[in-house]
């Protein structure tokens, strides 16, 4: 089964986005960021893929941080992940969203809900 983390909390702080992360049910020392993101059109978010030497982890960032990104975008910041006691850097996130909200938009693929939501947070 893939393992997931949902970020519970998030804020800006010293010019970056900082994102904090429920309590997980497995170990989260040794994640490194891949800098690679997906789409989850089911559940309106995007998805930060991390990784361990045995598999990959998926961040969900739901709708709800979608304008703290478009800042990141706008401002050029940095995204933090704080997982427990472990602060990661999530490299590559303003190139992947803005190859993935250029994929999005006005493409059905992805559903209509996510293309209208993408398009009104982001690109509006």
């Known amino acids: 089964m893939q393992k997931h983390i949902e970020i519970s909390q998030f804020n800006y702080s ?3 986005l900082e994102l904090k992360a429920e ?5 989260t020392a040794g994640l490194s960021a891949t800098g ?9 978010a995007f998805i930060y893929k991390l990784e361990n030497e045995q ?6 960032l739901p709708s709800a941080v979608w304008p703290s ?14 997982l427990e006691d472990n602060e990661l850097e999530l490299i590559d996130v303003i190139p992947e969203l803005e ?12 559903g209509d809900d996510m293309v209208e939501l993408v398009e009104k947070t982001f690109l509006s």
């Open 23 to 27: 309590h997980t049910d497995f170990d």
């Open 36 to 44: 690679q993101m997906l789409v989850d059109s089911d559940s309106l």
């Open 55 to 60: 598999e990959f982890i998926y961040v969900s």
């Open 99 to 110: 190859y993935l909200l250029q994929n999005i938009e006005g493409n059905a693929n992805y």
């Open 69 to 82: 990104l478009k800042s990141v975008i706008t401002e050029n910041q940095k995204v933090i992940l704080h």
């Open 14 to 16: 010293n010019g970056r």
